[in-house]
Nanobody
Framework: QVQLVESGGGSVQAGGSLRLPCTASGYMYKNYGMAWFRQAPGKEREGVAAIDTSSTSYADSVKGRFTIPKDNAKNTLYLQISSLKPEDTAMYYC???????????????????WGQGTQVTVSS
């Protein structure tokens, strides 16, 4: 059973930074592609960053501000967010899928496993 647990959310002021960890268990972590999504109230779930063994991808809206480092020794994926904006306010989810090497999609329908989410609220 694949399990993903996010943490690190909270309330921050615009311009600040956050690091969201996602701890994975229950499968061969290094053989899975992983991603971060977010969903604001009344909006569709949006893919913001994805990573596999050799590649990363980012949504245009977050390029230059978000990175998706991964610590294989700790089975932990991170979302590093800087220069936070009020429009970054959302529930942030970690997700996983069986890896297709070199393909790092940002479509929610392609991911099979999801965490419970962690809330990020940015005030101006």
């Amino acid at each position: 059973q694949v399990q993903l647990v996010e943490s690190g959310g909270g309330s921050v002021q615009a311009g600040g930074s956050l690091r969201l960890p996602c701890t994975a268990s229950g499968y061969m972590y290094k053989n899975y592609g992983m991603a971060w999504f977010r969903q604001a109230p009344g909006k569709e779930r949006e893919g913001v960053a994805a990573i596999d063994t050799s590649s990363t991808s980012y949504a245009d809206s977050v390029k230059g501000r978000f990175t998706i480092p991964k610590d294989n020794a700790k089975n932990t994926l991170y979302l590093q967010i800087s220069s936070l904006k009020p429009e970054d306010t959302a529930m942030y989810y970690c997700a996983a899928r069986v890896e297709t090497p070199g393909w790092v999609p940002l479509s929610a329908r392609l991911y099979n496993y999801w965490g419970q989410g962690t809330q990020v609220t940015v005030s101006s």
